[in-house]
Structure formats: structure tokens, C-alpha cells
């Protein structure tokens, strides 16, 4: 009796031992899990600044709509043979549909090909362009000419300083984003029956994003590394007030559940090293606390939830045939298929008796391998251009940010490099969208540095 009540007890011990051992183990993990310093971008003016906030808001001031026709494009293109002219008389160029496509062909045989790609129109209401301090505000300083200048102006530097590019070069601009991207996937189409093929490509996607827009403490650089898929339905009733009660209902922030799988797993693990101890603690150690990880996102930082989840897009009810219709985007997480959809949404749809249709199914894009030498290229960009910053991958979950190139690419990468604080992000998502002219030159030396240091003897060289 003795000898088992001893036994019992040495079991007892050693579980309180490995237990014990076990979450020491978890506490210096999490210690030694964190960025040791906090790193905060600032941004300041230089004697550059008002030379370039000049020159974009001559840009931004022509009206380039998507959604009207004009000769807003012609003046555009004038504007900009005027800006760059070394890139127009050196570079080729080709129209489709509207779209530009700039190339370059390097004279040496074994030269990589790279690709930039931005867009010049929006989708939205109007807004007057106006100049205050370093400021600039108007349709494009956030979604995109402000992108586009940033990297015209690093070709017309290049070609200034070294009268030559060191590699293929493609740089396609389309008018189409926000509408219907028919051109776009002209374009695409194009290249594939042309057999092109680009060793990297850079398009919009993820950025510079400021500390306090993920409740952090620390700038980080997000790097794009795949777009998720989208599923397009159109609901349609003969009751507006049911169909509005359906949209409040899936409109809902907790309608969709966050959930933390292993494609997202690498991107908390690095963000986590940013967070205060307790959160950390948590999120560091993700394998045994993955509840208590996703209560704590859920709570406390948002962007961070939406990076986890489907997002909603809906359109403005019409009414066609006596009938209301509604056209909504489910943008969807890494963890949900178009049939995961349809299965959430099939009690809603029986409650407020509501019809719905496909109309269009988009497959989730390829993702890029952070071992690819493009991704490190990009990498080395971004630390030696934005210093005070950290860098993580992400899976882009906006549909728009979803352009095809991983059909003509095995190294797409989703990243604008430039900068927007806490207030002009959130000025941007209420339609009043602005620019510190002040990060301009960063996005600038971004692009120069990418356009110098791509080299066809590295990617031979690097190790995998």
C-alpha cells in the first residue's frame, strides 16, 4: 500500500515537473520571441519633397474616372510625355484597350525580366484636388497615381543616371481596375501567347502600414505574397424590407469567424513579436493557445481580424422587373472555399426568403515562396529604403488586389511603398483620401533599388 501511495505521488511530481518545465519553457519563449527594439518610421521633408508635390499634383488633378468616358486619359497621357521624357523616348509602348504596356529589352542575352504593374483611375465620387503644407488631397494620392509617379519617376532617375536599364523591362498601367479589368486580362492574354515570362512582378497590394492601425507598437512592411479567392453573388426579393434586413444581417462584423490556420499562422507569429507581453504570450505560442489568440484578436485588433476572415462587399439595391437585386463579394479567407459560403448563408436566405445567383467565381491566386530570390530582393528593398520598419508575408484578402500575373510569374508580390500614418489611412476608407508628399522619395529609391540590384548571375547564385 505504501509503495503504491509512493508511486502515486512520484507520478503526481513528475507530471508537476514537465508541467512546470513546460511552461518555463513557454514564458522564455515568449521573452525571447519579441522585437527587441521599437521601430517607428518617421517621415521627413527634404528639398525633393516640394519638386515632387508638385509634379503628382499636376497628375492628380486630371480627372481619370472609371466609370466615365472623357479626355481626362488623353490629358493624363500628355501630362506624363512631358514629366518622363527619357522613359517615353527610350521605352516602347503599346496600347490595349486603353491599357499601356511599357517595355524594355536589355542587350544582354541572359538578362531577368521584371514587370511593374499600377492603374490610374477610381471608382467613386469626385473630389477636388488641393494642395496643403506637404499634403495633397484628391482621387489617386491613395489608390494610385500616386504609386504610378513613384515609379515612373524611378525609371526616368535610372535612365537619367545610367542612360540604360540592366534588364527586361515591362511596366503595364491600366485605366480598368476598378471597373471590369476586361483590359487587364487582354493584356495577360497576351503575354501568354507572346510566351512571356517575368522572374518578378510587383503590383498593389499590401504596404507600409503604421503602428497604430494594427495596435502595434512598431511600422511594419506587409509583403503580399497571394491574393485569396472571391465568390460574386447577386440576391434577389420581392421584399425591400426583407432583403435589407438580409444585407444588415451578413453585413454583421461576427457574421463571418476568424480563424487562425497555417497560412496565417507565420504572418501572427511575426506581428505577435511586436505585441505587449501578455498578448504575446499568447500569440507566440499559438499551438496551445489558439482560443485564447483568437479572442484576444478579435478584441483588440481589428485589421488584424480582417486579415483572418471572408469580408463583405455590397453594392446599391436596384430594383429590375419589379424585383430587388443586390450584387455582393464574399472576399474570401484563406480557410474558406465558395461552397463554405453557400452553406453559411442557406438559413438566412430560407428566413428572409432570398434567391441568389452565381455570378462569378474567382480561384485564389498562387502563392509566392518567401525563398524566391525576388521576395529577398524585395526584402533588401524595403530594409534599406524604410529602415525603422519590420517585415512580415501576408495573403491579401481584397479581391481588387487579385490581377493574374502569377499566370505569367512564380514570384508575384503585392506591395506599394508608400507611406500613409494612422490618420490619412483612415481618411482614405471615408472617401477623403490624401498624401504626405513626404514618403514620395522613399517609394521612389524603393523602385531604383529593385530596377539596380535584380541580377540574373545572383538568382544563379542564390541557394534554396
Known amino acids: 500500500m505504501y509503495i503504491q501511495i509512493s508511486n502515486y505521488i512520484n507520478l503526481i511530481y513528475a507530471t508537476l515537473c514537465v508541467l512546470g518545465l513546460f511552461f518555463i519553457w513557454v514564458f522564455i519563449r515568449t521573452i525571447l520571441f519579441r522585437n527587441r527594439k521599437t521601430k517607428k518610421l518617421k517621415i521627413t521633408a527634404t528639398e525633393k519633397t516640394m519638386y515632387h508635390q508638385k509634379r503628382l499634383f499636376e497628375l492628380i488633378e486630371i480627372d481619370t474616372p472609371s466609370f466615365i468616358s472623357g479626355d481626362g486619359y488623353s490629358k493624363f497621357k500628355q501630362k506624363i510625355e512631358e514629366q518622363f521624357p527619357l522613359l517615353h523616348s527610350i521605352l516602347q509602348k503599346e496600347k490595349v484597350d486603353g491599357n499601356a504596356i511599357y517595355s524594355y529589352k536589355s542587350s544582354k542575352i541572359d538578362s531577368p525580366s521584371i514587370l511593374f504593374a499600377t492603374h490610374i483611375d477610381y471608382n467613386g465620387e469626385h473630389l477636388d484636388a488641393y494642395k496643403e503644407d506637404n499634403l495633397i488631397y484628391g482621387n489617386g494620392t491613395f489608390d494610385s497615381k500616386s504609386l504610378l509617379y513613384?515609379?515612373?519617376?524611378?525609371?526616368?532617375?535610372?535612365?537619367?543616371e545610367k542612360g540604360k536599364l540592366d534588364l527586361n523591362f515591362t511596366l503595364v498601367i491600366t485605366n480598368d481596375d476598378e471597373a471590369k479589368k476586361d483590359g487587364l486580362t487582354k493584356i495577360i492574354n497576351l503575354f501568354l501567347k507572346r510566351g512571356a515570362f517575368f522572374n518578378l512582378v510587383i503590383e498593389e497590394g499590401s504596404g507600409i502600414i503604421d503602428s497604430q492601425v494594427y495596435g502595434l507598437r512598431s511600422t511594419y512592411a506587409l509583403i503580399g505574397l497571394g491574393v485569396s479567392g472571391k465568390l460574386q453573388l447577386r440576391f434577389e426579393s420581392s421584399n425591400l424590407d426583407k432583403l435589407n434586413k438580409f444585407i444588415f444581417e451578413i453585413k454583421k462584423p461576427n457574421f463571418f469567424k476568424m480563424k487562425?490556420?497555417?497560412?496565417?499562422?507565420?504572418?501572427?507569429?511575426?506581428?505577435?513579436?511586436?505585441?505587449?507581453?501578455?498578448?504575446?504570450?499568447?500569440?507566440?505560442?499559438?499551438?496551445?493557445?489558439r482560443r485564447k489568440s483568437k479572442k484576444i484578436i478579435e478584441e483588440k485588433y481589428d485589421e488584424i481580424e480582417k486579415m483572418l476572415k471572408t469580408n463583405v462587399n455590397v453594392q446599391n439595391i436596384e430594383n429590375v422587373d419589379n424585383k430587388y437585386c443586390v450584387e455582393?463579394?464574399?472576399?474570401?479567407?484563406?480557410?474558406?472555399?465558395?461552397?463554405?459560403?453557400?452553406?453559411?448563408?442557406?438559413?438566412?436566405?430560407?428566413?428572409?426568403?432570398?434567391?441568389?445567383?452565381?455570378?462569378?467565381?474567382?480561384?485564389?491566386?498562387?502563392?509566392?515562396?518567401?525563398?524566391?530570390?525576388?521576395?529577398?530582393?524585395?526584402?533588401?528593398?524595403?530594409?534599406?529604403?524604410f529602415k525603422e520598419t519590420y517585415i512580415a508575408p501576408v495573403i491579401?484578402?481584397?479581391?481588387?488586389?487579385?490581377?493574374?500575373?502569377?499566370k505569367v510569374s512564380d514570384c508575384v508580390i503585392r506591395f506599394s511603398p508608400l507611406y500613409y500614418d494612422f490618420n490619412a489611412f483612415n481618411s482614405a476608407k471615408n472617401n477623403q483620401p490624401y498624401i504626405d508628399c513626404s514618403s514620395l522619395e522613399l517609394g521612389i529609391e524603393f523602385f531604383k533599388y529593385i530596377l539596380n540590384n535584380y541580377n540574373n548571375s545572383k538568382i544563379k547564385k542564390w541557394k534554396v
Open 260 to 289: 487562425i490556420d497555417n497560412k496565417s499562422i507565420k504572418v501572427l507569429g511575426s506581428i505577435a513579436k511586436d505585441m505587449r507581453f501578455m498578448d504575446r504570450l499568447f500569440l507566440n505560442n499559438l499551438f496551445i493557445f
Open 328 to 385: 455582393v463579394a464574399f472576399e474570401l479567407s484563406t480557410h474558406e472555399k465558395p461552397a463554405d459560403i453557400l452553406i453559411h448563408l442557406d438559413d438566412l436566405m430560407e428566413k428572409y426568403d432570398i434567391d441568389y445567383k452565381i455570378t462569378n467565381i474567382t480561384e485564389p491566386s498562387k502563392i509566392t515562396k518567401t525563398y524566391n530570390y525576388g521576395y529577398n530582393v524585395v526584402k533588401k528593398a524595403i530594409s534599406n529604403v
Open 396 to 406: 491579401v484578402t481584397k479581391i481588387s488586389e487579385k490581377r493574374y500575373f502569377d
Open 150 to 160: 513613384t515609379i515612373f519617376e524611378a525609371i526616368e532617375l535610372t535612365l537619367k
